[in-house]
């Protein structure tokens, strides 16, 4: 598997990253109706002609955004030795990743490039929403999906039970060095046997190790646990994040915003508090 640079331009769907570190990444561009949204992520980068708006994510400053709103989320800086990532996990995790990797034979890998293929992506969608629908959650996002992958910013981690089936799915957008975790899904609820289900949760962080190792082996500088509830009601929520406290993450505040690139795009700006919501919402259903 290649290193993680920022690749200079589109790449073709069956390539994975390996382009120069020279460049910057594309810009993922999305239609609505008569608007042409861009969409970048962490950082500023170079806008095609053509958009009327530029839809950033998680820029670490709200200045030059159009009405910001921020977003919490916990990362993990990889620049640390493997041995001194491993010990700051929390000691009980620390235990269930060994036992995944040894008793349970949990097997895991990171795929990229050409073994993401339609067909992989398309049962994958469809996972995902029987798993969304118990969580009350919006379905898979495969446009988005199918361009981060054009642009050899996808990768999907996996862990195999020793029978072979799969237990854990992660999916990631990698780009700036930064690995962020966009969806995550499991077989935990395909069966109420209590073995069954800790032997997923044990499949699951033994999943986050291996990826933010190999991901760090490539060239990742920073692991994005992707969002952190800052909330206190939610249980289900508070759980997550307890889960993802077990790896010892630091958390931050990031800003999403608009950046006006036409006349149609001051009237986005406008509209900014009624037209993220219906975006976010238009990206979710658009699943072919």
């Known amino acids: 598997m290649p290193p993680i640079p920022s690749p200079p331009g589109p790449a ?37 002609a053509g958009l009327d708006a530029v839809l950033y994510r998680q ?18 800086d990889l620049s640390q030795p493997e041995e001194e990532l491993f010990q700051a996990i ?31 992506l398309a049962d994958l969608a469809e ?16 446009q988005r999906l199918r361009q981060f992958r054009s642009a050899g910013m996808l990768y999907i981690g996996q862990a195999d039970a020793e029978e072979g089936e799969t237990l854990v799915w992660h999916v990631y957008l990698v780009v700036h060095r930064r690995a962020r975790l966009f969806y995550s899904l499991s077989r935990f609820r395909d069966s109420e046997d ?17 990826d933010l190792r190999t991901l760090k082996a490539l060239g990742v500088a920073t692991y994005d646990f ?17 889960f993802k406290l077990e790896f010892r ?14 006349l149609r795009g001051r009237l986005l700006g406008g509209l900014y508090t009624l037209l993220l919501p219906l975006v976010e919402l238009a990206s979710r259903w658009r699943l072919r």
């Not at 594309?26 to 608007?35: C, E, L």
């Not at 709200?62 to 709103?69: N, Q, S, T």
């Not at 209590?194 to 033994?206: E, K, L, S, T, Y």
């Open 12 to 48: 073709g769907p069956d390539e994975a990253l390996g382009a120069p570190e020279q460049g910057e990444p594309p810009m993922i561009a999305m239609k609505y109706g008569p608007f042409t949204l861009g969409e970048a992520y962490f950082q500023r980068i170079q806008a095609p």
């Open 59 to 76: 820029l670490p400053s709200p200045e030059g955004l159009v009405r910001p709103v921020g977003q919490a989320t916990l990362l993990l």
């Open 90 to 120: 929390e000691k009980n995790a620390r235990y269930k990743i060994r036992r995944s990797q040894t008793k349970d034979g949990t097997r895991c890998r990171l795929l990229a490039g050409p073994e993401i293929t339609d067909a992989y």
């Open 127 to 142: 996972r995902y929403r029987e798993f969304a629908q118990t969580k009350g959650l919006g379905p898979m996002n495969l």
């Open 194 to 210: 209590p073995q069954f289900q800790n032997r997923v949760g044990r499949a699951n962080r033994h999943l986050h190790w291996e």
């Open 226 to 242: 992707g969002g952190f509830y800052l909330g206190q009601t939610d249980e289900a929520k508070l759980r997550i994040n307890h």
């Open 249 to 262: 993450g630091v958390q931050v505040m990031e800003y999403n915003g608009f950046q006006v690139r036409s």
